[in-house]
C-alpha cells in the first residue's frame, strides 16, 4: 500500500530552519506532484507548498514565499522542505501529500494520498 513517512520535525527558535523529508513507497513516485500542509490546532489543512513530478513547477503559500523551499529526489521517492526563517505562526504539524493531478494543486481535495504528518514548533 502507498505509504507517506514524514521525518525532521521539532522545537526550533524563531529565526532558526528545520529540513522536513518525505519518503514515499508503495506508488511510482515520479508520477506524482507532491505537496506539503500544514495545520495549527483549531485550525483548518492549509496549502504550504508543492512541486510538480518533473519538479519543473513550484508554488508556495504567501505567508511562506521567500523563506520556504521544496524539492524533490525522484531517485530516492523523497521529497523536501527546507524551512529558514521559522516564526512562531509556523507552529503546527506539517502533512505531505502525494497527487495524481497536474493543475494548481493548491487544495486537500486535489491530493490521493497522506502521510500521518510531523510536529513542528517554533519559539519566540
Known amino acids: 500500500q502507498v505509504q507517506l513517512v514524514e521525518s525532521g520535525g521539532g522545537l526550533v527558535q524563531a529565526g532558526g530552519s528545520l529540513r522536513l523529508s518525505c519518503a514515499a513507497s508503495?506508488?511510482?513516485?515520479?508520477?506524482?506532484?507532491m505537496g506539503w500542509f500544514r495545520q495549527a490546532p483549531g485550525k483548518e489543512r492549509d496549502f504550504v507548498a508543492r512541486?510538480?513530478?518533473?519538479?519543473?513547477?513550484?508554488a508556495y503559500a504567501d505567508s511562506v514565499k521567500g523563506r520556504f523551499t521544496i524539492s524533490r529526489d525522484n531517485a530516492k521517492n523523497t521529497v523536501y522542505l527546507q524551512m529558514n526563517s521559522l516564526k512562531p505562526e509556523d507552529t503546527a504539524v506539517y502533512y505531505c501529500?502525494?497527487?495524481?493531478?497536474?493543475?494548481?494543486?493548491?487544495?486537500?481535495?486535489?491530493?490521493?494520498?497522506w502521510g500521518q504528518g510531523t510536529q513542528v514548533t517554533v519559539s519566540s
Open positions: 508503495g506508488l511510482t513516485f515520479g508520477s506524482y506532484a
Open positions: 512541486i510538480t513530478r518533473s519538479s519543473g513547477n513550484t
Open positions: 501529500a502525494a497527487s495524481s493531478g497536474s493543475l494548481r494543486l493548491f487544495a486537500t481535495g486535489d491530493y490521493n494520498y
